[in-house]
């Protein structure tokens, strides 16, 4: 058996030490490791808005007021400190069918995503998903998760002299274990989990959530071919709908009772 070097040993018992201290729970009770601050993000945030903005010109008023008369529905839906965040939402002008929530409140829709989700409840289903990437802090899991495992195959590999060709084609390996059996898998949980979260928003905001089954169908179709979902960063456009499904009787009770109390949103589509 081969030792661990000491300063090698050392790093990774200070790298768990952190890890656990950094480990918390997504708004679906999910364990989480987090390891930027608040800061950071909502600096990187603003800083990757800014660039979309620079890139792409902004669409019509007409599509600007129906987004924004959406986004602040969901927005009113969320825990009380995303809900004070000055959210800054805009549509922009292309085909390509995107749509993107950020730290530090930001929120941005391509104009092709219109033509995709038909209805305002559609585009609701398409911003609480975005938002839900945001409440569940996917990309501090995301970054973190990445950091960790670079670490740890940085670790292993000084530990067990795995520094020349045979060792640097099994490095390879294992890195291309890690990207299948740790990050793809952890982004496709972070998919679902906004799918979940997003659907909790819409219906509470009331928005009807049988239209987020009909705004993945329209994807379907609009997608064309997929990687196997094993090795794509998205699940399939089925585990979606059935994810979807399975969470609808309690998302149609929070409908209900959003209509119930007057949440009635009307936004014009342009």
Request: charged share 15%; proline share 6%; net charge negative.
């Amino acid at each position: 058996m081969r030792w661990f070097r000491p300063l090698a040993a050392a790093t990774l018992c200070t790298t768990l030490l952190a890890a656990l201290a950094a480990c918390t729970t997504s708004p679906t009770g999910r364990s989480q490791l987090l390891l930027m601050s608040d800061d950071q993000l909502d600096q990187m945030g603003a800083q990757a808005f800014d660039q979309y903005r620079q890139e792409l010109p902004a669409a019509d008023g007409q599509s600007q007021r129906y987004v924004q008369c959406i986004a602040r529905a969901i927005v009113a839906e969320l825990p009380a400190e995303q809900r004070r965040q000055n959210w800054e939402v805009e549509v922009f002008r292309a085909d390509e069918p995107n749509a993107f929530a950020l730290p530090g409140g930001y929120m941005g829709v391509n104009s092709g995503m219109l033509n995709v989700a038909r209805s305002q409840a559609q585009l609701a289903t398409v911003l609480g998903h975005e938002v839900g990437h945001v409440l569940a802090n996917h990309a501090n899991e995301r970054a973190s998760t990445e950091s960790a495992t670079q670490l740890g195959l940085s670790v292993l590999s000084n530990s067990a002299g795995l520094n020349g060709p045979g060792g640097e084609q099994l490095m390879g390996l294992l890195g291309m274990g890690a990207q299948y059996g740790i990050l793809l898998p952890f982004s496709r949980r972070h998919e679902s989990e906004a799918d979940t979260i997003g659907l909790r928003l819409m219906a509470n905001a009331g928005f009807d959530p049988r239209e987020s089954v009909t705004l993945w169908q329209n994807m379907q179709r609009a997608g064309g071919n997929a990687p196997p979902a094993w090795m794509s960063t998205h699940p399939s456009q089925g585990q979606r709908i059935s994810g979807l499904e399975a969470s609808m009787p309690r998302a149609l009770d929070a409908y209900q009772s959003a209509r119930s109390a007057g949440r009635t949103p009307d936004c014009p589509r342009p």
